[in-house]
């Protein structure tokens, strides 16, 4: 089934507020404005897209005149293409006013295509949009016909066939001006004289091969839904039913031995808009009171919280990501186990933060220190093997490292010596006690020059009792006259 | 759990109570905080809970390392603000199989009274060892302890090398006992736990003449291992 919304730029600009009529929306090219797109009234007058506003203004004095905003309009039909999925799950905008809804066996449980296209048009009505509609058995056919208006594909002009001026000027010229015409005319012919696409659009229009839609929303094999003859608008109404969605999504999980790895739960609201919630785990899951806590916490944690309006008439759980997930063994003296609890727990603060939040830190094989310790989100990480440090001796590596290191001012006896004495955030620190120099040098083989600043590391303790990790960047007199000095760190 | 094994022990009442709350404030309260949940008995990840804003540094896994943990029981949250922290430290503090939760507050206004007590009642039902990291010491807290950590001088080793870190504590506050205790600890990174620094008063530094160090992670630059200052090994335990 196709959806053509011809005024779709007008009617939405209408929603907002009350626009008067009648209304073209005009963009600027080359310098002078041209028309991109007319509402209903103004079309009748004669006003279409590609009209300078100018010759619009002659033809109709009183029109108003509104700027054109495409990305606005992509947005309203993807907003729209989400709320028609409550009819079926494969359904695809198809810019710039059509949608495309496969109904492929959907149509019964709306009790047939009559009804099902009734509740179309009255849904889209409500919210202010007028469509044509047309079913056909290949998206592109459904589309042509909605668009025209035709009720044949044999009936379609030639613009359903090209885009393109040149193109239809010579179909016509060839005395040809329906589509059912050229589609009589013997195939090497059409392709000789007009070219390859205009036979592939011809394809799509009259074969009935299958056409897959691309769907906006990937289509998930386990989908439970509740419809809801009044609709609900209380948190808790939805918690119940999200929590028998659960239950039925669990059962069916449970039956193909899989956990789902991603939950997306969709409101539809009565007035057309739909709440996306998902949920991601981080272990295979289909224990449904702990993915309604994950739910919870998402729903606690959303920005803006849930507004029912006037309520949510359908509700629909999906399970887009399964995995394999074996029976989970309980511990002996019973309770879950310790690796079970974490992951939960990981799971809840990821559900509430972010999957990106949660990290653990990695080492990389460097010496550079700030590239050889670094924190990587959990779910992307396995745990990294540390060396151990040598007994009996002091840390050499400081548990606060700044990236960048901040610079500071030392004072040292000799260019090459060790640090005397040193300013950091406005404080001036004397060193009484140090270690080093630990020096490491550039990683000549990374860098295409071959250069880099040795740096050397000191491990230096303040009168403050403070222990502090400084370096010079640059070798005196080999790399550099002047060597700056870093602090990069500190210990306890 | 033990700190000093004498009388800051017994001002605690036999040690540092792990199913409670503490807090910690001052330059050394990172390390202090590292310590204690690597001396903690308790095996499992220790959840470190942070604002987003780090202004004194990120925590570097090597020298997690160099403390004698393992890094990979760090497990790092940024939270992105203070009541997203909470909300998290909350949802933490119901997890038995976690060793230690850390909430680095920082200075955020929203660590109050309240927020404090629901802390220390949630580490006490759970038996959570709870550690809270703040800024300053002003804002009134129910937790079980306050304490100010500073970094102390540390023992001289040969060559006048700084030696392993040691931390002045001074026991601001602690519900229902006495407080306003110092004492200053120093980290044993091999059996990870405090040791008093007064024990080591009465001992001698002897300037031995084994070389404990390793070079080995500057191994890929020997002309430096050659350089380095040569230190002996601390004495015996």
Known sequence: ?492 | MTLDGGRVDAALGGGLALAGCHEIYGPGGTALALMLALAAPRAGPILWLADARQDDGRIHGAGLAELGGDPGRLWLVQAGGALPMLRAAAEAQRCAALACVVIEAGAASAVDLTVTRRLQLAAAASGLFTLLLRAGPSRPSAALTRWQARAAPSRRLAADAPGPPRLALTLERQRGGPADLTLELEWDRDRRRFIPAAAFAERAIPIGAAFGRSAAHIGALPAVAARRTPRPARAAA
């Open chain 1, 1 to 492: 089934m196709a959806l053509c919304l011809p005024w779709l730029p007008a009617e939405r600009r209408a929603r907002h507020a009350p626009q008067p009529e009648p209304l073209v929306l005009v963009a600027n090219e080359r310098g002078r404005q041209v028309i991109r797109a007319t509402c209903a009234a103004a079309a009748a007058e004669g006003l279409h897209p590609g009209l300078a506003l100018a010759d619009a203004r002659a033809v109709l004095p009183g029109v108003r005149v509104a700027p054109h905003d495409p990305a606005g309009d992509a947005a309203c039909l993807d907003w729209l293409a989400d709320g028609a999925t409550r009819w079926s799950p494969m359904v695809a905008a198809a810019p710039p006013h059509g949608l495309l809804i496969d109904i492929s066996g959907c149509a019964h449980l709306f009790g047939g295509e009559a009804s099902l296209i009734a509740d179309v048009i009255t849904r889209l009505e409500r919210l202010g949009f007028s469509a044509r509609h047309a079913i056909a058995s290949t998206p592109a056919a459904a589309m042509a016909l909605a668009r025209f208006g035709a009720t044949r594909v044999a009936d379609l002009p030639l613009a359903a066939l090209s885009e393109l001026e040149p193109v239809q000027i010579a179909l016509r010229r060839a005395g040809l001006k329906r589509v059912g015409e050229v589609a009589a005319l013997p195939r090497a012919a059409v392709a000789a004289r007009f070219g390859e696409a205009l036979l592939a659009a011809l394809d799509a229009l009259t074969e009935s091969a299958p056409q897959p839609l691309d769907p906006r929303l990937p289509v998930a094999e386990i989908v439970a839904q509740q419809r809801f003859p009044q609709p609900i608008a209380t948190t808790d109404a939805v918690r119940v039913a999200l929590e028998k969605l659960l239950l039925r999504c669990a059962v069916q999980l449970g039956a193909r031995g899989q956990g789902g790895r991603l939950f997306a739960l969709a409101l539809y609201r009565a007035d057309g808009h739909v709440a996306q919630i998902r949920v991601e785990t981080a272990e295979p899951q289909r224990d449904a009171a702990v993915l309604l806590r994950l739910f919870d916490e998402r729903i606690a944690a959303l920005n803006d919280p849930l507004d029912p309006g006037f309520g949510y008439d359908l509700v629909r759980l999906a399970v887009p990501v399964t995995q394999p997930q074996d029976e989970t063994q309980l511990g002996l003296e019973g309770g879950q186990l310790a690796e079970t609890q974490l992951a939960e727990l990981v799971d809840r603060l990821a559900a509430r933060l972010g999957r990106s939040r949660i990290r653990r830190l990695a080492r990389a094989d460097t010496h550079i220190p700030e590239k050889a310790s670094f924190d990587l989100p959990f779910a992307a990480s396995a745990p990294s093997a540390w060396p151990t440090p040598a007994p009996g001796e002091p840390p050499d590596r400081p548990i606060r490292l700044f990236d960048p290191p901040q610079p500071i001012e030392v004072l040292a006896e000799v260019p090459d010596g060790p640090p005397r004495r040193f300013r950091w955030r406005a404080r001036v620190h004397d060193v009484t006690a140090h270690e080093g120099p630990e020096r490491i040098a550039a990683e000549w083989w990374r860098r295409k020059d071959g250069a880099g600043l040795t740096r050397d590391y000191w491990r230096v303790e303040a009168a403050d009792g403070r222990r502090y990790w400084l370096f010079r960047h640059g070798l005196y007199d080999r790399e550099t006259g002047a060597p700056r000095w870093y602090l990069h760190g500190l210990f306890a």
